[in-house]
Every structure is written in C-alpha cells, then in structure tokens.
C-alpha cells in the first residue's frame, strides 16, 4: 500500500468553488496543486498519515492571520474542511526519533512520520530541505505535487 504524507507547505487555502461550495484550493500557479488537492480529497486520503507534531502545523497555520484574511471561508468552516481531512487520515504514533538528520531541525519529525506510517512519499515543495538528508532512506520518496501528478 501507498502512503502518503502532505507537509505543511502543502496546507489548502480553503475557498468557495464554482458552486459556491466550500472547496479547496491552493494558493500556487498552475494546474497541478488544485488538481492535487482534488486527488487527495477524492482518492488518497485513506492513506494520508498524520502525527502528533503534523496536526499541530496544520492547526497553527490553519489560524494564522495572513491565511484568514486570503480566506472567504470563515474559520469554522476551515475547521470543518480540516476535521474531514483529520477523519480519513491515519493517526502514526512516532516511538523512534531519527535525529541529527536534516538540517532543518523543524522538519525531522517529517521523515519520523513516514517512516513510522511505512509512507513510500512525502508531498512537499520544500524539496531542498529534505533531500539533503544525513541518513538515507531510498524507499521514500520526496516529491513536488506536480511530479506526483505525473507519477513520477
């Protein structure tokens, strides 16, 4: 099974669709994110993982005030978008810390996450920050949303 992880760089900015439905959209040029998203939503969520630490990242920068003000969604209504994607994800205990490894100390909890999930990707543009890695892991995968639409 295919498991995937979404970094906080990939958090929605939660908007109104065509519709005028609640949806999710990012705030990023090109097609490939909002398409993304949508895939996420309708395919992979039963298998998106998610920890203690990443939950967290989600909160906090799902109420910052730069991400509401860009918002038309109210924040109860991103608090419902949010609880829908927390339902479908699976909840990784993280028992084992595999530090010093990136740089970054901020994203370490990242790769904790995909290696205790068993996640053969972890979808992020922050691709720079994880590749330069101390220790290698070649069943995992870090790859841009794009790359990710394109199977690569």
């Not at 906080?8 to 090109?30: T, W």
């Not at 109420?63 to 829908?84: F, G, H, M, W, Y």
């Not at 990242?110 to 290698?136: C, K, P, R, V």
Request: hydrophobic fraction near 45%; charge should be neutral.
């Amino acid at each position: 099974m295919t498991i995937y992880i979404l970094t906080r760089d990939l958090m929605c900015v939660f908007g109104r669709g065509p519709s005028g439905h609640p949806g999710i959209a990012y705030r990023s040029s090109g097609l490939a994110v909002p398409v993304l998203c949508f895939l996420v939503t309708a395919y992979m969520l039963s298998s998106a993982s998610i920890s203690n630490a990443l939950f967290l990242e989600y909160e906090d920068v799902s109420q910052r005030k730069r991400v509401l003000n860009k918002c038309p969604l109210t924040s109860d209504e991103i608090r419902e978008l949010l609880n829908a994607f927390y339902s479908v994800c699976s909840w990784i205990p993280i028992y084992y810390l595999w530090r010093p490894n990136l740089t970054d100390e901020g994203d370490n909890f990242l790769i904790e996450l995909a290696l205790a999930g068993n996640a053969t990707h972890i979808i992020t543009n922050n691709i720079a920050d994880l590749i330069n890695a101390e220790l290698n892991f070649p069943h995992l995968n870090i790859v841009k949303p794009q790359q990710m639409l394109r199977g690569k």
